[in-house]
């Protein structure tokens, strides 16, 4: 048999049904469009989209709120084998944007489609607050015993580190490892290496001006190539 109904109808003869479906399911539809479902699990299906105190908007899920000394939404996966949240978008390009963190109308993180992020801040690790220099402190590396960072790079590509100013190109100044030579290389006024660190433990200077320990009893030899 048919299912016991709710109805409410307005003068136009548009209408509201709320029954129990053949699942066990409790469904709100508007005609014969199926608004809201709720299933006896608990798992609820909306046909639209949805706004939590305030109206939906074209956003799927609109919420809005002051909450103080609280989050204004929360995801927690008690699961020790579980996943915490997916946000997927089908755009790979810059400018398409996966998800963006503001603080009043200001963006101070995004995450693009092509997977590149851009912070408006600085970038710290740890929690101890170190007092860092003010001047050189848009990256912050931390922790408890040894710390630093690493780059890796092809077998025969280099890694590097790259100097620039607003004025001129990226590039000025470059600290990089050569990984086909084995050789560390730093550059000054976006030229070629100026000091070289070779894979023979010698220092050149420039292109021709080699320093190394070596020969006469194992003094420092400074030489000039031919």
Do not use: C
């Amino acid at each position: 048999g048919t299912s016991p109904s709710l109805y409410l109808q307005n003068g136009n003869n548009n209408f509201w049904r709320l029954f129990n479906g053949s699942g066990g399911d409790l469904t709100l539809r508007e005609g014969t469009i199926t608004r809201l479902s709720l299933a006896p699990g608990g798992n609820a299906s909306f046909d639209s989209n949805v706004g939590i105190n305030t109206a939906a908007t074209t956003a799927i899920l609109t919420t809005t709120g002051s909450v103080s000394g609280d989050w204004t939404g929360r995801f927690e996966n008690t699961s020790t084998t579980g996943l915490g949240i997916l946000a997927k978008i089908a755009g790979t390009s810059i400018t398409h944007k996966i998800f963006e963190a503001r603080t009043g109308s200001t963006n101070v993180f995004s995450v693009y489609g092509d997977g590149h992020s851009v912070f408006s801040g600085n970038i710290r690790t740890g929690t101890s607050n170190f007092a860092e220099n003010p001047n050189f402190d848009n990256i912050v590396i931390e922790g408890p015993a040894h710390t630093g960072m690493t780059i890796f790079s092809g077998t025969g590509s280099d890694g590097g580190i790259y100097f620039g100013d607003s004025s001129a190109a990226d590039g000025q100044g470059q600290i990089k490892y050569a990984h086909g030579s084995n050789a560390m290389t730093f550059t000054t006024n976006d030229g070629a290496a100026s000091l070289t660190l070779d894979s023979s433990q010698r220092i050149i200077v420039g292109s021709d001006k080699v320093i190394y320990a070596g020969g006469y009893g194992g003094a420092l030899v400074i030489r000039k190539n031919d």
